[in-house]
């Protein structure tokens, strides 16, 4: 996967995280991962379900990462306190490839 498209995955992961609403929903889905296609005409709803699926995915890819490669993540998406004393970048790199692949294992393109 290409940083481009992790990096998607990521901003919608973001979004998910901060919508309240959302946010206990996302974790029970994120344990199971079960793709859900819901049979709607509505692409909204469409597209929605699929946005749910990739944020749980990327949830659980994230929650597998080394501790300072998902302390990165959550600082740069989440603006959560960055505590290290190292510079964020090359974390945040690394954790965006990580993330990738975890992504990739769980088919999510």
């Known amino acids: ?9 990521l901003k919608n992961w973001a979004a998910w995280m ?28 469409m597209t929605e379900a699929m946005d749910l699926t990739a944020a749980a995915a990327t949830y659980a890819a994230i929650a597998d990462l080394p501790e300072l490669c998902f302390s990165a993540i959550h600082a740069w998406y989440l603006d959560e ?14 954790a965006r490839d990580l993330v990738g692949a975890g992504l990739q294992r ?3 393109l």
């Open 1 to 9: 996967m290409t940083p481009e498209r992790a990096d998607v995955h």
């Open 81 to 94: 306190l960055w505590t290290s004393n190292l510079l964020i970048t090359p974390y945040y790199e690394q």
């Open 18 to 45: 901060r919508a309240d609403r959302r946010h206990a929903h996302l974790r029970v889905q994120a344990g199971s991962l079960e793709t859900r296609y819901k049979h709607s005409t509505d692409f909204e709803e």
């Open 106 to 108: 769980r088919g999510i």
